[in-house]
């Protein structure tokens, strides 16, 4: 199992204006070739991990090297239908791999990880060990993300050592993904 600081991200509040949940949907999936989910669920398209948080509300997850382009691209998209705000500062997330993360996951959330109840793309606001999280199943289905209030973090950090601690965790501070 590894647990790896997700480094290199941008993140985007995005919050529909109210009524115009479906014209944001349908905006945001002409730009980017796939709508978001109007729900708990991760869409990736267009470079961006759509992930719901909220109704009519996600966050816009852009990793890698091209992030400026599709950062003006979102914000185009969204025009007068949301509100969109950088919250990258705000958060710090890790990812947890490996056949036995769930294991491990489960012993902090009060959530059903079964990949039945929980599937790739799957995301839950929750509560780990005392702090609000935004945890999600990568939609390849191998991995786990925490996203927290980067305060908590080190807390976040050490809960999913503890709880991994018997599957012979390793540590990998990632380069930017």
């Given amino acids: 199992m590894t647990l790896e600081l997700v480094a290199g991200e941008d993140r985007f509040n995005i919050e529909a204006r109210r009524g ?5 949907i349908a ?12 729900g708990p669920q ?7 991990s759509f992930v719901g948080v909220g109704p009519s509300r996600w966050h816009a997850i852009a990793r890698g090297k091209d992030r400026a382009p599709r950062r003006a691209a979102l914000i185009a998209a969204a025009r007068d239908l949301a509100t969109v705000v950088d ?3 705000g958060f710090t997330a890790f990812r ?11 012993k902090l959330v009060r959530l059903d990880l079964d990949p039945a ?25 191998h991995a786990y993300e925490c996203a927290v ?4 973090a080190a807390s976040l950090y050490n809960a999913l050592i503890h709880a991994s601690h018997q599957y012979a965790v390793w540590v990998d501070l990632a380069e930017e993904v």
């Fill in 20 to 24: 115009r949940t479906a014209e944001l």
């Fill in 149 to 152: 209030a980067r305060s908590f």
């Fill in 87 to 89: 919250v990258s500062h």
């Fill in 96 to 106: 947890l791999s490996g056949p036995r993360a769930a294991d491990a996951l489960v």
């Fill in 27 to 38: 905006a945001i999936g002409a730009a980017f070739g796939q709508a978001p989910a109007d």
């Fill in 42 to 48: 991760t869409v990736e398209a267009g470079g961006f």
């Fill in 117 to 141: 109840a929980f599937p790739p793309g799957a995301a839950a606001a929750t509560e780990l060990h005392g702090m609000s999280v935004q945890l999600r199943r990568t939609t390849a289905g």
